[in-house]
């Protein structure tokens, strides 16, 4: 992660607002299939090609972006979406208050030390974490040429179907907040001339961090190469892309200390003690569960629930703590397995609520 090149973008951020391409619609859809719910975090959203394709999708939208000048182009082109200052390693967002969070051609440019926690913080149990790139596809032979004439700095392995695969296989691997990613790739395309897209190009973060000379020679050579190429030197043509999309779920620590415990089960639990207690007292939340006698297994884990959100943190027992874990546990394995449809009055959702969850809330 060059810093050089993260903070490069601001002084060119008409640029990259006018040039860029937004995300294929597919790719979105897909990111998003396995979220709880509809909200959703855009970080390091740049100037809004994301952020729109979000709008236009029926999403509640919060964007985040660390550079002032591309939040102020963001603001300008979305001025009803919430945008706020912030990044990845520092979300002024609440705990557990998004379904999703989102990240187009930003998610490398992460501390993930840092930023997973933060990440896994203000997502909800079953939150979905994915990473959007736009890549040229190179299996196209005058895309491919370009590539070469370009150079590394221009178009890199992060930029191609087959590099982006093997460039982002490390990303999610090893954190404990995550589960396994899963990837995908999506038909893309944007119409371009040659000029419109040496712009493009002249926006990517290792031109915006050139030498004046080397940028000058290298837009040059790229000028010269669309120039000749049949498909490109005439009017407007289609510069094929993907959209290609990393996701994972947010898991929870497979061993958590006492503060994560407490932080975890307060996150995964939404329902006050009032709440539970009320609902426990009805046939529905009787009758949801795995019975062991004539008390589901679930009822009887609500009922110890409500005696732990009405103790105070200093008199919770090492039992108190254990059972937390245990509910945790069983909220993040439950969510996984939403069914399709309407839930709110599904076996499913009861016997999440007897957990302290409420999936609708």
Not at 7 to 23: I, K, M, N, V
Not at 105 to 129: C, M, Q, T
Not at 156 to 161: A, K, N
Request: net charge neutral; charged share 25%.
């Amino acid at each position: 992660m060059d810093p050089d090149e993260r903070l490069s973008f601001g002084a060119e951020a008409a640029a990259y607002a006018a040039h860029r391409p937004d995300y294929a619609a597919a790719a979105v859809r897909w990111a998003l299939g396995p979220a709880p719910g509809p909200r959703v975090l855009d970080l390091g959203a740049g100037t809004g090609k994301l952020t729109a394709t979000l709008v236009e999708h029926g999403f509640g939208v919060t964007a985040v972006e660390p550079d002032p000048a591309m939040l102020a182009e963001l603001r300008r082109s979305q001025p009803h979406v919430r945008a706020r200052p912030g990044s990845a390693e520092a979300v002024p967002l609440p705990d557990a208050s998004v379904d999703a969070v989102l990240a187009g051609n930003a998610l490398h440019w992460f501390d993930p030390a840092v930023a997973g926690p933060e990440i896994a913080r203000v997502l909800a149990p079953g939150g979905v974490l994915a990473g959007l790139w736009n890549v040229v596809d190179d299996r196209v032979g005058w895309v491919a040429g370009l590539a070469r004439v370009a150079g590394p700095a221009v178009i890199g392995p992060r930029d191609t179907p087959g590099g982006w695969r093997a460039v982002t296989s490390e990303i999610l691997r090893g954190t404990t907040w995550f589960g396994s990613p899963e990837r995908a790739g999506f038909p893309h395309r944007q119409r371009r001339t040659a000029a419109s897209l040496v712009a493009t190009l002249g926006t990517r973060a290792g031109m915006l961090v050139m030498p004046p000379r080397e940028r000058a020679d290298t837009l040059g050579r790229i000028r010269a190469f669309l120039a000749q190429e049949p498909e490109t030197a005439d009017g407007e043509f289609t510069l094929p892309m993907l959209t290609c999309v990393l996701r994972a779920r947010r898991g929870y620590p497979s061993r958590m200390d006492d503060e994560e415990t407490r932080r975890e089960f307060g996150t995964s639990v939404n329902m006050t003690a009032r709440q539970l207690d009320d609902w426990l007292g009805t046939d529905e939340s009787k009758a949801a569960g795995q019975h062991e006698d004539s008390e589901s297994i679930g009822h009887k884990s609500g009922r110890r629930i409500v005696e732990i959100l009405r103790k105070k943190k200093d008199d919770l027992s090492e039992d108190d703590l254990a059972h937390m874990r245990k509910v945790v546990g069983y909220v993040h394995r439950h969510l996984a397995q939403r069914p399709s449809g309407d839930v709110e009055d599904t076996t499913w959702r009861h016997s999440l609520m007897n957990w302290g969850h409420d999936p609708l809330k």
